[in-house]
Each structure stands twice: as structure tokens, then as C-alpha cells.
């Protein structure tokens, strides 16, 4: 919202004065060189152990252990990445994709339709803004600490090693910074428009569709793509309510993998990369709108 | 969904009231959220209280037991040390991720040519889930086949994971490798949103780089620097799965953090009632944190800036 407020003149301004902007630029560098090496160094850091990842999962196992850490594999492998797909993987791997897609499409509409309401007719409705009071709230609480109940409730409702048992809380825990983030946004969405809708005769339920859904689409690609993220990595929840093994998501797969294989390296690593290789995927698809989104969520 | 009002009615209505008074036509649309959310988030939050005052093993019947749980907590050496390792940990990665995420977040807003790359290549860690970062520290930090021993530097040979002080630098260290990146991107957007003119303004008073840095950036980043606070301090609480794979709370007990706790005496110990206890007291802390983030965040602006309004 704010990014698009701020890119279009400064867009214009730089073709029309780029003395200006260009001054700008030298401004802020030139207070910040510190800042600038600290940037490149953090970005090697953080690179170091993505590369190791990548090329030791490339190594054979013999190769780990006498070759310096960080030199490319002298013969490259695909042993591990076989070794790996015939551990199961393509099964996990549907647990992830089931898990994720079937919390994250829930989760994101009924957030959406309830961030509308609230942006609507909050001002007019004790009943919304209570409940967005009660959402809200919801951001200050660390939602782990309901594991116990949660599995007591999956328990009681027999889901316990099935994956809607997952399902059900990670679409709760999912609804309060989805609420604020879309409200935020739908709340940018110029009044005139709703009122002309209103004109044409639409329902709310149309101009939710028609009016709100396209105009917050970046939104909601930033909040599919990051509660996406939390569901695909997410850990505790697989841990205390699953127990078969053909039922596991990928970071538990992965966990019991490491146990299992902790002498074999770059086996691990190579499911590793397995797991991430989707979400690199994905993120290189909604790269821009998810940037966009979080600096403007969250960077105000 | 059959009770939305005839359109004349509302037009009529809407003509009078300039925002709209159709909250009735519009209300129900939050029931699904409030629905999942009371079933599987207010419910669990009131029942962990609740389980509090009972006994129970995870399998077996729930039975009530006052505050056996509570006494059994309270009374426990552990509980005062996992809120250590807990406040230890939240104020050193705080300390460590703000300079650093405000001067990576300044550099990254300032260069045009170089930002989005950095920013494709900063989002990486993000992407990897705690249990993989987890596994991969664990083989490089190994004693015998890590890339200390690997790279044959002394330095970097240490019993990193089996020495508590290292232990719960190298999970400070994790966790900064892991988020710094995320909010450098949060301060980038909140240096872009600073305007120009008051740089312009400073420069004609002859203020330097360092001044101006400290007069107009840093203020101006206030509102920023809550958030991105708010969103470490809390997340802090819920750094769970990282330690669990890197360090089980070990050695020891030197990275036996709150969640840990709560978790290895409900699911290891199969004791659920001071499990449930831990459980509230990590509840608390977190609206505590969240309470007093927001007061600092100065009345009514603060407020608007967590809500959006």
C-alpha cells in the first residue's frame, strides 16, 4: 500500500531529476558505509551455510569426510537424493502438500471474509470490533503454549495421528495476523468504490468478490505465501499429534531422517534441500508481492 | 447468508449514515474465523488453566488435584532457570538482531542497484524450516567432523553444543542467522517511508552522517523498531522447535528454555497438570511483554500502529 504510494513518484522522479534522487541515494549511503560492509558481511554469513548445504549434498559420503568443507565435490553424486526418495519422500511430501493447502485455503478465506466485515461495519458494531479485539489479542499470546488442550481436543474428537488434526489448530493460529494484515489492507480500498458498488445494487457478498478480493490480491498472495511457510515448516504441532510414520510431514520426516541417518551427511543434507526446494519454488513465484506486502504490513 | 436485507433498505440507510450501518449484512462473514478461533485457540487458552488444577497423564482419566500442580511448579529449581534461559535468550538476540537488522535495513534502503538481489538472497532462512537449520548447525558446529575441524581452524573446533555457555551462544547465533534478514526487510520499508526532506532539511544545518543518523533516522524508525520488537521479544517465546532439534535443551539444562520445559514435562514426563502450569506461566509472560512493548510505544499512536487503523 504505502510501497506503491512511494514507488510511483519516485519512478517519475527519477527519469524527470535524477540529480534528486540520486542525492537522496548518496545521502543515506554516505552515513551508512558501516552499515553497507555489515550488509555484505551478514550476507556471507547467512550464504556460507546455504552453499555448504547444496554441495555436501552432492558429495559422497567418503568425499564428507576427507575433503575440505567447503571445495565443490570432486564426484558428484545423485546417490543421496535416490537414497532419499526411496526413503518415502514422495510420501511425506503429500503430507506437506495436503497439510499446507488444506490449512492455508481455509485459513486465508474465512480471514478474509472476516477482516471485510470488520473493516465494514466495525465502526458500527460492538459485536466486531470485540471480536476484533479478541484477534488481536491472539498476536500477543504464544499460541504453543495451547498445545496440551489442543491435543486433548484433538484426542477427544478422534483426529489424533490424522492430518486434519493438524489442520484444525494451524488455521486458528493462522487467523489473527491474516485478519490484521488483510483489514489493513481492504482499509486502503477507497470508500467511493464501495459506495458505487452499493449504487449498482450489489450485496456485500458481491463487492467482497468483485470489489475487495482483486484489490487486496497482493495481500493475500503475502499472507498465503507466509502462513504457508509457517504450516510447511511447522514442527511442534506433527510432533506431539502424529505417531505413525506414514503420516508424517516433512520436518518430522526430516528429524527422524537425522536420527536415523546422523553418520550419513550428505544424505541428510540432500533431504534438506528436498524439503526446501518447493517453498524456493514458490517464493521465486510471489517474490515481489510478498516483499511488497511485508515491508507495507509490517514497515510503517 | 438468506438474511441479507432488500437493497432499497440499505441504500435508504446507507443515504443517512456515511460508513455504512449494514453491519448485519456484513457480521456473519466473521463467524467462521471466530468460530475456528474460539474452538481451537480461546478454548485451549481457557483449558490450560484448567488443566492446571488437575492431574492427568495424557492417556488416562483427568483428574481434579487443587494446586498440586502449582505447589510442584513453583517449588521446582528448574522453573526459575528455564525463565532465565528464557529471558537470557530474548534479551541477547534482541541486543544482537536490532543494531545489526537497523544498520542492514538502512544499507539495504539506500542502494538501488543491489536491493533486490540482496533482498531475493536475505529472504533464504526464512524459507528453510527450524528443524532443517537446526540439523544443518548441528553438522557444522560437530567437534570431530564439522568445518571447524574441516577447515583445520582451532577457533572454530570448539564443543560448541556440548558446553553450556557456547551452547547458548550458538543458539543466540542461530536465531540472529535466522531472523536478522527478515528484519532488516522490516526496517528497509520503514527507512523508505522516512521523507526526504527532513535529510535535506538536516543537511542544510550542516548536520554529518553520524548526527543525522541519530536525529532523523533513528527517531523516525520508532514505530518500526516497536514492531519489529514486539514480533522478536514474543516470537522469542516460541523458539521451540530450533532448540529442541540443536540442543534438547542441553547440555544439561543450559538451553532448557520455557516451551522446552513445558513440553518435556507434559510429553516426556507425562505429568499434563504442571506441564499446564508452565504452560500458563509462558502465557502470562508473553501478554506481559506485549503489554509493556505497547506502553512503550507511547498511547494512542502505538495502539494504531499495532491495529493498522
Given at each position: 500500500m504505502a510501497t506503491t504510494l512511494t514507488q510511483g513518484p519516485e519512478r517519475t522522479e527519477h527519469r524527470r531529476a535524477p540529480s534528486r534522487s540520486s542525492a537522496r541515494r548518496r545521502s543515506l549511503l554516505r552515513l551508512n558505509w558501516f552499515g553497507g560492509a555489515l550488509g555484505w558481511v551478514w550476507l556471507l554469513i547467512v550464504m556460507v551455510p546455504v552453499y555448504w548445504i547444496v554441495i555436501t549434498s552432492f558429495k559422497t559420503q567418503s568425499n564428507y569426510f576427507a575433503q575440505n568443507p567447503l571445495a565443490p565435490p570432486t564426484a558428484p553424486t545423485l546417490d543421496n537424493y535416490r537414497l532419499v526418495i526411496e526413503s518415502d519422500f514422495a510420501r511425506y511430501f503429500m503430507n506437506s502438500v495436503i497439510l499446507t493447502l488444506g490449512t492455508i485455503v481455509p485459513a486465508v478465506l474465512i480471514s478474509f471474509t472476516a477482516a471485510y466485515a470488520i473493516v465494514r461495519a466495525g465502526r458500527n458494531s460492538r459485536f466486531l470490533r470485540g471480536v476484533n479485539g479478541l484477534f488481536l489479542m491472539g498476536l500477543a499470546i504464544p499460541l504453543q503454549a495451547t498445545i496440551i488442550p489442543v491435543y486433548l481436543i484433538i484426542i477427544r474428537l478422534q483426529l489424533y495421528d490424522t492430518l486434519l488434526g493438524i489442520i484444525l489448530p494451524s488455521i486458528a493460529f493462522a487467523i489473527p495476523l491474516s485478519v490484521l494484515v488483510l483489514a489493513n489492507f481492504i482499509r486502503d480500498v477507497p470508500n467511493e468504490l464501495f459506495e458505487s458498488m452499493r449504487m449498482d445494487g450489489a450485496t456485500e457478498w458481491g463487492t467482497l468478490w468483485k470489489l475487495a478480493f482483486p484489490l487486496t490480491r497482493p495481500a493475500l498472495v503475502t499472507v498465503t505465501i507466509y502462513n504457508g511457510l509457517g504450516v510447511w515448516n511447522g514442527f511442534l504441532l506433527p510432533l506431539i499429534l502424529i505417531q505413525s510414520p506414514?503420516?508424517?510431514?516433512l520436518p518430522l520426516a526430516l528429524w527422524t531422517f537425522q536420527g536415523q541417518y546422523s553418520i550419513n551427511v550428505p544424505a541428510v543434507l540432500a533431504s534438506v534441500v528436498l524439503t526446501t526446494l518447493p517453498i524456493v519454488i514458490l517464493y521465486a513465484i510471489g517474490r515481489r508481492q510478498l516483499l511488497s506486502g511485508l515491508t507495507a504490513g509490517f514497515g510503517k | 447468508m438468506t438474511t441479507v436485507a432488500p437493497p432499497t433498505v440499505r441504500v435508504k440507510k446507507g443515504s443517512t449514515t456515511s460508513s455504512g450501518g449494514r453491519s448485519g449484512a456484513v457480521a456473519w462473514m466473521v463467524l467462521p474465523a471466530l468460530f475456528m478461533f474460539i474452538a481451537f485457540g480461546i478454548i485451549p487458552l481457557l483449558g490450560v488453566l484448567f488443566l492446571s488444577f488437575t492431574q492427568w497423564n495424557g492417556i488416562g482419566e483427568i483428574r481434579p488435584a487443587g494446586f498440586d500442580s502449582w505447589r510442584a511448579v513453583l517449588s521446582d529449581p528448574g522453573l526459575p532457570h528455564a525463565l532465565w534461559v528464557t529471558f537470557l535468550i530474548m534479551a541477547l538476540s534482541w541486543l544482537v538482531q536490532t543494531p545489526l537488522s537497523i544498520l542492514i535495513g538502512v544499507f539495504l534502503a539506500a542502494h538501488k542497484r543491489y536491493r533486490g538481489l540482496l533482498a531475493v538472497l536475505y529472504f533464504i532462512p526464512l524459507l528453510l524450516s527450524s528443524a532443517a537449520i537446526a540439523i544443518t548447525y548441528k553438522f557444522l558446529l560437530?567437534?570431530?567432523?564439522?568445518l571447524g575441524p574441516g577447515l583445520g581452524s582451532d577457533l572454530l573446533t570448539q564443543d560448541w553444543l556440548g558446553n553450556g555457555t557456547l551452547a547458548l551462544g550458538v543458539v543466540i547465533f542461530v536465531v540472529s542467522w535466522q531472523f536478522i534478514p527478515f528484519h532488516s526487510l522490516i526496517y528497509q520499508g520503514g527507512v523508505r517511508q522516512i521523507p526526504l526532506s527532513m535529510y535535506e532539511a538536516a543537511e542544510i544545518d550542516g548536520a554529518g552522517r553520524v548526527r543525522k543518523f541519530f536525529s532523523i533516522t533513528l527517531p523516525q524508525l520508532k514505530y518500526t523498531i516497536i514492531t519489529s520488537s514486539t514480533l522478536m521479544v514474543v516470537g522469542s517465546l516460541t523458539f521451540f522447535d530450533l532448540i529442541f532439534v540443536l540442543t534438547a535443551g542441553g547440555p544439561g539444562d543450559a538451553t532448557r528454555v520455557l516451551a522446552l520445559d513445558m513440553y518435556q514435562t507434559g510429553f516426556r514426563a507425562n505429568l499434563m497438570g504442571p506441564a499446564s502450569a508452565i504452560a500458563v506461566i509462558l502465557v502470562l509472560v508473553g501478554l506481559v511483554l506485549a503489554l509493556l512493548l505497547r506502553r512503550l510505544g507511547g498511547g494512542s499512536s502505538g495502539d494504531s500502529q499495532l491495529e493498522g487503523a
Open positions: 506414514e503420516q508424517r510431514p | 560437530d567437534p570431530n567432523f564439522g
